[in-house]
């Protein structure tokens, strides 16, 4: 997962405004206690840091992936 990714991601669950927020308050206990944006800032792997985000917001499953996007033509 590109860093692009992980931000579009972000956004695309919990809204442009608060990811950025949440990126920077969320504390990531399994990341060695960084948030986001300190476990990314490290070198930890975006889709690492992007699941433990949803473990930590209780994300579902199905909406991990984030949302279908269909091919430009």
Not at 6 to 13: G, H, I, Q, T, Y
Not at 32 to 58: D, F, H, N, S, Y
């Amino acid at each position: 997962m590109r860093l692009s990714d992980f931000w579009r991601l972000m956004d695309e669950e919990f809204g442009s405004n608060y990811s950025r927020v949440l990126a920077a308050d969320l504390v990531l206990t399994s990341l060695g206690g960084r948030t986001a944006a300190e476990a990314l800032a490290a070198g930890i792997p975006p889709k690492a840091v992007w699941l433990e985000v949803c473990e930590m917001q209780e994300v579902p499953a199905e909406r991990r992936l984030g949302r279908d996007i269909k091919p430009s033509r």
